[in-house]
C-alpha cells in the first residue's frame, strides 16, 4: 500500500481513484463496509482503490484539551486498511485553514485538484466543511459538478442494544470495560500497540515479569485486569494477564500504565513494538492490604486468563 502524507505531490499515477473518506478511527465493521462499497465501485470501473484519512483527528482540533480518545495508531490503521486491500492511503491534514472550508471548496481544492478522485464513498451521516454545512446531498452535487461520481453506505447495526457501529460506541464500550462488545463492533479484539518501556523491575523478582506500555494517545479503558493476546512482532498470539491501571498497592502512577504478563514467556522485550489485544475483561483494579494478599490475587488472574483463553 502506497501512504501519502498531506505535503506529498500525488503522482499522477495515483490520480483517479476510488476513494473511501472518513477519519477510519478503529477500521470498524462500518468502516469496513464503506470501504466495501468502494473496492466493488474500483473493480467494476478498473480504478485503484484508494482511501483518505484526516489527520490529525478533527476532535483534536476543536477540543485540544480532550482526554486521549484513540482506537488505534496510525501505523494500526495503516495495517487494517491493508488487510482491506486498500492500495493508496492519502492524509488530509485538518488544520483551522481546512475547517474553515466551505463544502464547496473542500470538493474543489482536496477531492478534485489534491487528489483527483474519480468516485469517493462515504458513510450516511458524513458531514463536512465550516459548521458542517455539507452533506451527503451536497457532495453528490458537487461531485456532478467536479466531475466524480459519490457512493453513500447505510449504517451498521451491531453496537450494544442495536446502535449502529461508530468509533464513538467503541470507545464507549472501551470505557466500560466491554471489550466483547467492542471486538463484535471492530470484527477484531480492540488492541494497543506500543514500545516496551522500563519500569520498576518489581515484576520480575516476584516471578511476573511484565511488559510494560504507555497508553500514549488511546482512550482510556476501565483499570483492571483482562486476559489477552500478545504479539510480540512475529505474529503468533501468545495468551498474557494484563493489566491496566495506576499501580495503587506499591506505587501509586498519575497515568495508567499497561502491564502485560505473557505467560510461559522469558524473552526480554524492551525496546520492541508490541500489540496488545484484549479478549475479556476480568476484573477491576484493586489496592490490596500486603504484596502477599497482591501475590494471590496474581495468581487467580493467572488462572482465569488461562481459562478465558482455552
Known amino acids: 500500500m502506497r501512504r501519502f502524507s498531506p505535503d506529498d505531490a500525488i503522482p499522477q499515477g495515483a490520480r483517479g481513484a476510488a476513494v473511501a473518506?472518513?477519519?477510519?478511527?478503529?477500521?470498524?465493521?462500518?468502516?469496513?463496509?464503506?470501504?466495501?462499497?468502494?473496492?466493488?465501485?474500483a473493480e467494476a470501473r478498473g480504478l485503484a482503490l484508494g482511501a483518505a484519512a484526516f489527520e490529525p483527528h478533527p476532535r483534536r482540533l476543536f477540543q485540544p484539551d480532550a482526554p486521549p480518545f484513540r482506537l488505534q495508531t496510525r501505523d494500526q490503521?495503516?495495517?487494517a486498511l491493508k488487510?482491506?486491500?486498500?492500495q493508496l492511503l492519502f492524509k488530509i491534514r485538518f488544520d483551522r485553514a481546512l475547517s474553515q472550508m466551505t463544502d464547496a471548496e473542500f470538493c474543489e481544492r482536496i477531492l478534485a485538484e489534491r487528489l483527483g478522485v474519480a468516485h469517493v464513498a462515504v458513510g450516511f451521516d458524513f458531514r463536512y466543511g465550516r459548521g458542517r454545512m455539507g452533506d451527503v446531498?451536497?457532495?453528490?452535487?458537487?461531485?456532478?459538478?467536479?466531475?466524480?461520481?459519490?457512493?453513500?453506505?447505510?449504517?451498521?447495526?451491531?453496537?450494544?442494544?442495536?446502535?449502529?457501529?461508530?468509533?464513538?460506541?467503541?470507545?464507549?464500550a472501551v470505557i466500560q470495560g466491554?471489550?466483547?462488545?467492542?471486538?463484535?463492533?471492530?470484527?477484531?479484539?480492540?488492541?494497543?500497540?506500543?514500545?516496551?518501556?522500563?519500569?520498576?523491575?518489581?515484576?520480575?523478582?516476584?516471578?511476573?515479569?511484565?511488559?510494560?506500555?504507555s497508553l500514549g494517545d488511546y482512550v482510556r479503558p476501565r483499570l483492571g485486569v483482562c486476559a489477552a493476546r500478545v504479539d510480540i512482532g512475529d505474529g503468533a498470539a501468545r495468551p498474557a494477564a494484563v493489566n491496566i491501571g495506576l499501580n495503587p498497592t506499591v506505587a501509586p502512577l498519575a497515568d495508567p500504565v499497561l502491564e502485560a504478563h505473557i505467560l510461559d514467556f522469558d524473552g526480554d522485550l524492551y525496546g520492541r513494538t508490541i500489540e496488545v489485544a484484549l479478549i475479556a475483561f476480568l476484573r477491576d483494579e484493586q489496592k490490596y492490604g500486603s504484596v502477599e494478599a497482591m501475590m494471590q490475587q496474581i495468581a487467580d488472574d493467572i488462572a482465569q486468563t488461562r481459562k478465558a483463553l482455552a
Open 21 to 41: 473518506l472518513g477519519n477510519f478511527d478503529g477500521v470498524h465493521l462500518g468502516h469496513q463496509g464503506v470501504i466495501a462499497a468502494t473496492r466493488a465501485v
Open 77 to 79: 490503521r495503516a495495517r
Open 83 to 86: 488487510a482491506l486491500d486498500v
Open 137 to 172: 446531498e451536497t457532495l453528490t452535487e458537487h461531485g456532478k459538478r467536479l466531475g466524480f461520481t459519490v457512493g453513500v453506505v447505510a449504517p451498521i447495526d451491531g453496537g450494544p442494544e442495536g446502535a449502529k457501529v461508530s468509533s464513538s460506541a467503541i470507545r464507549k
Open 178 to 213: 466491554d471489550v466483547a462488545s467492542a471486538a463484535r463492533m471492530l470484527g477484531r479484539p480492540w488492541a494497543i500497540e506500543g514500545e516496551v518501556l522500563h519500569g520498576a523491575g518489581r515484576g520480575r523478582p516476584l516471578g511476573i515479569p511484565t511488559a510494560n506500555v
